[in-house]
């Protein structure tokens, strides 16, 4: 076992060391840009790309020419917003999503707002679902896109994608999905889950950093978007640029190993998440649980503990890389709106804690955790002027 623990999944995961064999030769030997037709540096380096597209599209099911690479799942998510709206918005100006969707998708649909289009935030429910029926009664003639992530980054809830995308499909709107924490660690099928557009990035899944990818359905109608990168018509148009070539060989193989791996991974993941769980609540009183334990995403362990400060226990937990919420506001002292959203109260929010497990997280890690957590706990708790044992 080695220190400091690391259980900060959700934010990044540590790259496989097969993804980092598989990228070495594109740094110093096979340099070329797979824009360079005339040379065999070129032809390699587009041959590798190729692979690696097909190595991505099977692991959504996904034809390889639906795969359009980005920089990342925030690229991903601006992409698929603003190149819909932009492209029908002749049709109409209403978008739907959901109020605990990621900053990337947030933001993207705040900007839309700025511009003319009009915004409807659907509510989630105590464990972080979308009612189908309040998706139904919000969708309206001039409604051109749905977007519901997925899973959820702080507290795992996986949502009825498949539902959403019949509903969709129904009623002739684009269905837009994040699937930034899905994809790598769950089944993940686009044409089961009837999606156009799905936003996911190789970071997540033990691969490099500073590569992504938007599924753009084609078939039986093929989906248009309008670019949002102009300059050399690279990736059918769609995105302009020179391509990363050792990311997405990297990239590709990072999706090769998950499906070979997701089943036991699955499994086993699931049962240290469990065991995390189990150990924490059989030894503290006042723990919360946010998020549905059933549906949710095998690494996640969302809690919120009663007396302490999520920054505080954090800063005590020097040993071990645990979060508050998402790592792109991490630096913000505003309570989560995920766990606002499903009715935690704001100081509840603020003593959430986010344990994000991982491919390479051991058993001792999880033994050692619990632990930690328990002394922890009891320590701030002694000194806490909002905890009282009567309380919980």
């Known amino acids: 076992m080695k220190f400091p623990i690391y259980l900060d999944n959700h934010a990044t995961t540590p790259m496989d060391p097969q993804v980092f064999e598989a990228m070495k030769p594109y740094f110093l030997e096979k340099f070329g840009n797979a824009a ?80 003319g289009f009009e915004v409807t935030y659907l509510p989630v429910d105590q464990n972080g679902f979308v009612s189908a029926s309040k998706l139904k009664e919000s969708i309206r003639p001039d409604t051109i896109l749905v977007s519901i992530m997925t899973a959820n ?53 033990y691969g490099p950093k500073g590569i992504g990818a938007l599924f753009i359905k084609k078939k039986p109608n093929p989906v248009k978007i309008i670019p949002q990168i102009l300059g050399g018509g690279h990736e059918n148009g769609l995105r302009s640029g020179t391509l990363n070539v050792a990311g997405i060989v990297g990239f590709g193989k990072a999706a090769e190993v998950c499906i070979q791996l997701m089943p036991e991974e699955f499994k086993n993941i699931e049962r240290l998440r469990n065991k995390l769980y189990k150990g924490i609540v059989s030894q503290l009183s006042g723990i919360k649980l946010n998020g549905s334990l059933e549906l949710r995403l095998p690494n996640n362990l969302n809690i919120s503990i009663d007396g302490i400060k999520s920054e505080s226990f954090i800063l005590e937990m020097k040993d071990i890389a645990v979060s508050s919420g998402a790592a792109c506001s991490s630096e913000s002292l505003k309570p989560s709106h995920v766990l606002l959203s499903i009715g935690r109260t704001k100081e509840e929010a603020r003593s959430s804690v986010r344990f994000g497990l991982g491919r390479f997280t051991i058993e001792e890690e999880i033994d050692y955790t619990i632990k930690r957590v328990v002394e922890i706990v009891e320590k701030i708790r002694v000194v806490s002027p909002t905890y009282s044992k009567t309380d919980s």
Do not use: M
């Open 153 to 205: 980054n702080e507290i795992g809830t996986i949502q009825k994608i498949k539902e959403i995308g019949r509903i969709c499909s129904e009623h002739n709107v684009f269905f837009h999905t994040d699937a930034a924490q899905a994809i790598g660690k769950i089944p993940f099928d686009v044409k089961d889950n009837n999606v156009d557009l799905v936003s996911f990035t190789a970071h997540k899944f």
């Open 36 to 115: 360079s037709r005339n040379h065999s540096f070129g032809w390699e380096a587009k041959s590798a790309v190729d692979f690696a597209r097909k190595q991505i599209a099977k692991l959504l099911n996904a034809e390889p020419s639906e795969i359009i690479f980005t920089s990342g799942a925030t690229e991903s998510n601006n992409l698929a917003l603003k190149g819909i709206a932009e492209t029908y918005q002749s049709k109409g100006k209403h978008v739907i999503t959901s109020v605990i969707e990621h900053s990337a998708v947030l933001d993207t649909l705040s900007y839309l707002a700025k511009v």
